[in-house]
């Protein structure tokens, strides 16, 4: 068996929200003023229906017939064995993954856009703006926006533009108005034009480029949207790990024992996970892997690394030379510490316990997406293959504890748009450049003696 | 000291933007503007602090050690930002 697809008509009808189930619940982000976030403040830049989903503590949230006639298109995506892996191993392990990469646009993301530009489409919205690195998110809206008659609008940091222009063309492709950010088309565009005409733009300024090109149609009519982080984001993607479970559930596979994503905003990564955290939460004993690279590292490690008392930083904002104190040390691994730039939701689920996150280094991750390969054939992207890193750190241990261990993983997208990281990597210029351990421990010693301020956890995991 | 642009031909893969960057980019990204993850994603392969202490004053590398906000927080800032800009009418 190589592997496991369902019928459109074994698709799941909910997505699953783990808001529902976290034992130490989020708390609202508080804004400027220090009071709650309100719905009504998120108007000017998303429809209610999402809004609504953004802040819901319901469990499951039914899905739209009409989003699933749309994403038949690829899904239920299929759930792989890659028995090649384990055979290059020699593992006895048994590895299974989600090919999130069958896509149209190539990677997980198209289930969120699909979803939002529908949610937006009903709430008479025509047209929607939002910002793009190198692409995989604004071709991915670009795809759902097209099938659904709507205008895309996407603003594009200019060194993406320039250096990588094959996700621009997909854009273009699907119909939608790509441009470089800084662009001449908002005040925040051209007054940086104004500064600095060459400047190769950054995502920050294509954020306000995007969000300014929303708020300021006076016709109510266009809104913004963002790839990852946020709630209702997760939410979409869970549909990943459902289908997951029914496809294990049809080979009688009845325990997963570890499942792994890797997580940058945390959308992949929670778009599998969720549905097996869940179980975690009520007992099951599964081991949950968020990777990521070493090099700047969000949870594991680092200098920078932030563990507030409250998950989503319901703190007011500080005085910024007070915000030192909240700096913690942890050269290396240590759970629970968390970054503000991952969804609060996987960020809440690491502080629990339920997730580990774990870091590997960028040159093993290539040569794991090299023998991924070059064993099951699929080129992934630079960001997949750090859970397959993890995986095959897994499936090694499997092999020294003797174990018949069942590891899922999120195979979250090709990585065809992403060959001169590969050549990169075989030309041998990735090398590291790690530091000496002295002189790292030097860097770190400043920050040393800080206090850790207490986590909102249950402490069972 | 060495100099400024010592190690701006040096590569990593920027997890926002999903691709090679030069060091070059996270200090400057064009306009003489640290990229707030400077530190965190380069502290393990070069002294990145004492270089920053080294060629930067003290008040362009407070905001590196700011507090990194939620995502909601930075959404209601850019909203409010953009209203001031071009106050909207909505219909809707």
């Not at chain 1, 990588?164 to 699907?174: D, E, G, I, L, V």
């Not at chain 1, 097996?276 to 990777?291: C, E, L, R, T």
């Not at chain 1, 075989?426 to 800080?450: A, I, K, M, W």
């Not at chain 2, 050690?65 to 800009?85: F, G, N, T, V, Y």
């Amino acid at each position: 068996m190589i592997k496991v697809l369902l019928s459109e008509d074994e698709i799941p009808r909910q997505w699953y929200n783990l808001a529902a189930d976290l034992p130490s619940p989020l708390q609202p982000p508080l804004g400027p003023d220090g009071k709650p976030i309100s719905p009504d403040m998120l108007a000017p830049v998303f429809p209610m229906n999402l809004i609504e989903q953004e802040v819901s503590r319901e469990r499951w949230i039914d899905i739209p017939p009409e989003i699933l006639e749309i994403l038949y298109l690829w899904r239920p995506s299929p759930l792989y064995r890659a028995t090649r892996l384990e055979k290059a191993l020699g593992t006895p392990a048994r590895i299974y993954y989600k090919n999130e990469g069958v896509s149209p646009a190539g990677s997980h993301k198209p289930n969120t856009a699909v979803a939002q530009a529908w949610y937006n489409k009903q709430f008479g919205i025509k047209r929607i703006t939002t910002e793009t690195g190198a692409g995989q998110w604004g071709s991915a809206l670009a795809f759902a926006c097209c099938l659904l008659d709507l205008e895309c609008k996407v603003f594009m940091v200019r060194i993406s533009y320039d250096q990588k222009p094959f996700r621009k063309m997909m854009m273009q492709t699907w119909g939608a108005n790509c441009v470089p950010s800084p662009s001449p088309e908002t005040r925040a565009g051209r007054d940086m034009l104004a500064k600095s005409p060459d400047t190769p733009g950054s995502l920050g300024i294509a954020i306000s480029e995007a969000i300014e090109a929303a708020v300021s149609d006076t016709s109510g009519q266009t809104r913004y949207s963002l790839g990852s982080v946020l709630n209702h984001v997760l939410l979409h993607q869970t549909i990943i790990g459902l289908e997951a479970k029914k496809q294990l559930g049809k080979i009688n596979e009845k325990k997963v024992d570890v499942v792994i994503g890797c997580a940058g905003g945390g959308s992949n990564f929670a778009g599998l996970a969720f549905p097996f955290v869940v179980d975690k939460i009520n007992g099951a004993q599964i081991k949950v892997v968020a990777a990521e690279p070493t090099s700047c590292p969000t949870m594991t490690r680092g200098p920078f690394a932030y563990d507030f008392g409250d998950v989503a930083a319901t703190t007011p904002l500080l005085p910024m030379h007070t915000l030192g104190h909240n700096f913690i040390p942890a050269p290396i691994h240590a759970g629970g510490l968390r970054y503000h730039g991952l969804a609060p939701l996987v960020s809440q689920s690491i502080v629990e316990g339920l997730v580990s996150p774990q870091a590997f280094d960028q040159l093993d991750c290539y040569a794991a997406a090299v023998l991924w390969a070059r064993t099951e054939g699929f080129i992934p992207a630079p960001e997949t293959s750090h859970a397959i890193a993890a995986v095959i750190e897994q499936a090694k241990q499997a092999k020294e504890e003797g174990k018949e261990k069942v590891i899922l993983f999120n195979w979250s997208g090709h990585g065809l748009m992403d060959l001169l990281g590969y050549e990169k990597y075989f030309s041998g210029q990735l090398t590291n450049y790690v530091l000496p351990e002295g002189e790292l421990q030097e860097n770190l010693r400043v920050l040393q003696n800080l206090p850790k301020a207490p986590a909102n956890k249950t402490g069972k995991w | 000291m060495a100099g400024l642009t010592q190690y701006d031909q040096l590569e990593t893969r920027c997890r926002l933007l999903g691709q090679e960057i030069p060091f070059y980019y996270c200090r400057t990204q064009g306009e003489d503007r640290l990229c707030r993850h400077i530190l965190h994603c380069w502290f393990e392969r070069l002294p990145v602090e004492t270089f920053l202490h080294a060629h930067y004053p003290p008040e362009k590398l407070d905001a590196l050690w700011s507090l990194p906000r939620p995502k909601m927080l930075s959404l209601l800032e850019e909203i409010e930002k953009a209203r001031q800009e071009r106050p909207p009418e909505r219909k809707a």
